[in-house]
T-cell receptor
Framework: NAGVTQTPKFQVLKTGQSMTLQCAQDMNHEYMSWYRQDPGMGLRLIHY???????DQGEVPNGYNVSRSTTEDFPLRLLSAAPSQTSVYFC?????????????FGDGTRLSIL | GQQVMQIPQYQHVQEGEDFTTYCNSS?????IQWYKQRPGGHPVFLIQLVKSGEVKKQKRLTFQFGEAKKNSSLHITATQTTDVGTYFC?????????????FGRGTQLTVWP
């Protein structure tokens, strides 16, 4: 009964390093998304996907890339980390392709960029 | 673009007092969802409202969706220490076919025993 699994849980990077945050779900959900959470800013949508091979930008996509080669996985890539990307990152998934169903969140990845 | 505004940002209450958080959108929403996030945890889905004027209850929690589908509220009666956390609303623009779900900034609730 895994649900949405995010790895790693914690990560510290140096400015300019690259990294991939992993997200996997075992519920056969079409819709998956990435949010970042900063104090006082709520959850801001980075990228989302409505199915394998289909992705689109959210509110704050700059500095992040995504791909969706399978239904289960939706990795988030930071090509050149910047201190402004220090945040908590949440992956979520839901039934259907519209994002209008209850979102199931992973436990988050706490990322610090030095 | 769509904005979902949520107030207040913080609320401190004594146990037993009531609590309300409000969510407002600049555009008409197709639906609104509410989530709770405990300190150090991840958001957990509470409820979804779809119909204009809809009211739903979960024990001490009452959720409302405005007639114009541009605002919503969450009311907790007689708060308990277990209600501590941040409450988020999330809405989707009725005209959107892109699947974007926008979250408000949340209301952080502190309950004093």
């Amino acid at each position: 009964n895994a649900g949405v699994t995010q790895t790693p849980k914690f990560q510290v990077l140096k400015t300019g390093q690259s990294m991939t945050l992993q997200c996997a779900q075992d519920m056969n959900h079409e819709y998956m998304s990435w949010y970042r959470q900063d104090p006082g800013m709520g959850l801001r949508l980075i990228h989302y996907s409505v199915g394998a091979g289909i992705t689109d930008q959210g509110e704050v996509p700059n500095g992040y890339n995504v791909s969706r080669s399978t239904t289960e996985d939706f990795p988030l890539r930071l090509l050149s980390a910047a201190p402004s990307q220090t945040s908590v990152y949440f992956c979520a998934s839901s039934y259907g392709r519209q994002g209008n169903q209850p979102q199931h969140f992973g436990d988050g990845t706490r990322l610090s960029i030095l | 673009g769509q904005q979902v505004m949520q107030i207040p940002q913080y609320q401190h209450v004594q146990e037993g007092e009531d609590f309300t958080t409000y969510c407002n959108s600049s555009t008409t929403l197709s639906n609104i969802q509410w989530y709770k996030q405990r300190p150090g945890g991840h958001p957990v889905f509470l409820i979804q409202l779809v119909k204009s004027g809809e009211v739903k209850k979960q024990k001490r929690l009452t959720f409302q969706f405005g007639e114009a589908k541009k605002n919503s509220s969450l009311h907790i009666t007689a708060t308990q220490t277990t209600d501590v956390g941040t409450y988020f609303c999330a809405g989707q623009d009725r005209g959107s076919t892109l699947g974007r779900l926008y979250f408000g900034r949340g209301t952080q609730l502190t309950v004093w025993p």
